[in-house]
Structures are given as C-alpha cells and as structure tokens.
C-alpha cells in the first residue's frame, strides 16, 4: 500500500479543483451520490469511511463533496477537494474512477 506521501496534494493550479473561492461550483454533500451508487454497490456506501489519496483524511463517504454539474458525477474530498471518485452511466455500462481514494472500509453489520 502506499502512503499519501506518494501522492502530491493538489493545489489552485491542479486542473481538478476547477473553481476557487470567487468561482464556486456548487456541490452537495456525499449524500447525494447515495441513489447512482446504490446501483453499483450492493452495500449502502454512505457510512463507509474512506481514506483521500491527495491528503490522506479519513471521513465518512457522505461527508464528501458531490459535484453533479457533469456528464456524471464527480465526488471531491471535504479537506483537499481532490478528487476521490468519478461515476459516468452510459445506457449500456457504468465507469468508475476510484483513483483518489486509498480505501473505503465497510462495516459488514450495516
């Protein structure tokens, strides 16, 4: 495993934090990704904890920040913004990006 010291955290020039503080894009909370989710995993994803890749903070996945002003959705990390997750829906496949994140723990008795 690596560690988030690999990663570099990204900053005002990285191309995936699109908007700055005189841009916002708006975005809702991890919530929101609960419904295009749900489809994919058989497992309710909200309460999982993951780890950011870019910074390394540990948060529940409904705390993240979810940005659906897309061709999917984009779900960007509460501390760093990086990104943790992209989802697209074609009629026929889903494609999933879950690069930004080191790992989700599940609790198996939810």
Not at 57 to 78: L, N, W, Y
Not at 85 to 99: A, F, G
Request: charged share 25%.
């Amino acid at each position: 495993m690596t560690s988030a010291d690999d990663f570099p955290v990204p900053g005002s020039e990285d191309p995936d934090i699109a908007a700055g503080s005189h841009d916002p894009i708006p975005y809702v909370d991890g919530n929101a990704a609960a419904g295009a989710l749900s489809e994919v995993f058989r497992i309710d994803i909200i309460a999982a904890l993951g780890r950011c890749r870019h910074c390394g903070s540990i948060r529940a996945f409904g705390e993240a920040m979810v940005f659906t002003d897309a061709p999917g959705i984009v779900v960007r990390c509460r501390d760093c913004q990086g990104v943790l997750l992209r989802l697209v829906q074609t009629p026929t496949r889903y494609w999933l990006d879950l690069s930004g994140l080191s790992y989700l723990e599940i609790d198996r008795e939810e």
